[in-house]
């Protein structure tokens, strides 16, 4: 669904306006980057689509790259390989799996892709600014099982599989950490803070790591922190969003009128991995006869880093 800037005029896909702005109707609505523009800020000539797809329905990967993965984290491996159909025919891919008896695969793949749409609408909305000299891609998996062609071991497991990173490195994390010293980090910093002031200081997009080419700084693997945890393992939530912003500081990227969050306090350490959380629901104990148990959370505090 698209819809013409009320200011620019422009005909803008509806993830280049906040959910208020969308709200108005035609003819009244104002896309991001007039609402929330900035005097050096330059609006895109066109509209913007982050996303970096598949292009394809079939990759291939050798037994040797499968047994040996080039990159592992705590919880995962990574294999290269390459696409064999489509656009994207001879190039190279990766795919992710889980290692054997790991307690967070099971709505790990369904949450991974709604974390990136969520990166998606706001990346989408930090090009519309044309901040910095290169625009933003986010990497967009698709969650592929392995054919019954494949050996016994790898036949029908699930992987998230999505086009290879070159000079993959890691801006910032889920925790508070961040890189100030790789090129580009400082507008990653900045793509943080505004996710934050997009979206009404409900969501921060972090971990962001990737690679950065000529034109464009291409990202996997997006972090979402959310007010209520609705991203999964890797959503800390407000107590991460806080950690975030106590180590937090604006650059010549960020603008003076996006929110920030009043006197942020660190919750977490900050760490350059992944921080995972898994939370299980279980009845309260010595309540009295007739009140219901509330749940509480238990929590497995792990680290998944992953160099490509």
């Known amino acids: 669904m698209s819809r013409c800037c009320a200011q620019c005029g422009r005909n803008l896909p509806r993830t280049s306006y906040t959910s208020n702005q969308f709200s108005k109707g035609e003819g009244l609505s104002r896309c991001a980057s007039c609402v929330h523009g900035h005097n050096f800020d330059t609006a895109a000539a066109a509209p913007s689509d982050s996303g970096r797809y598949n292009n394809s329905s079939n990759a ?60 998606l609408e706001i990346v989408n909305r930090f090009n519309q600014l044309n901040i910095g000299s290169k625009t933003i891609q986010v990497n967009v998996p698709g969650v592929w099982t392995f054919t019954s062609d494949s050996s016994p071991r790898w036949a029908g497991t699930k992987s998230l599989t999505e086009p290879f990173i070159q000079n993959y490195q890691k801006f910032n994390s ?13 507008l990653m910093q900045a793509l943080s803070h505004f996710s934050y002031h997009i979206s009404g200081g409900n969501y921060v997009l972090c971990d962001i790591q990737g690679g950065i080419y000529q034109h464009e700084v291409v990202l996997s693997d ?64 010595s309540k009295p006869a007739g009140t219901l148990a509330m749940p509480t959370y238990a929590e497995e505090d792990e680290d998944e880093d992953m160099e490509w």
């Not at 889920?174 to 400082?186: L, V």
């Not at 937090?248 to 959380?277: E, S």
């Open 60 to 119: 291939t990967f050798t037994t040797s790259a499968l047994s040996h993965p080039f990159a592992s984290g705590a919880f995962r491996f990574v294999a290269k390989g390459r696409y064999t159909t489509g656009a994207r025919a001879g190039q190279a891919a990766v795919t992710k799996w889980f290692k054997t008896g790991t307690v967070f695969e099971s709505d790990y793949f369904t949450l991974d892709i709604k974390a990136v749409d969520k990166a």
């Open 174 to 186: 889920n925790t508070g950490w961040t890189d100030t010293t790789r090129q580009c980090a400082q």
């Open 222 to 285: 997006p972090v979402i922190l959310s007010r209520n945890r609705e991203y999964g393992v890797t959503d800390l939530g407000p107590e991460a969003i806080s950690s975030f912003f106590s180590t937090h500081d604006c650059n010549a990227y960020c603008r003076p009128n996006w929110t920030l969050p009043a006197n942020p306090v660190r919750y977490f350490q900050p760490k350059m991995g992944t921080t995972m959380l898994r939370h299980t629901v279980r009845t309260a104990r």
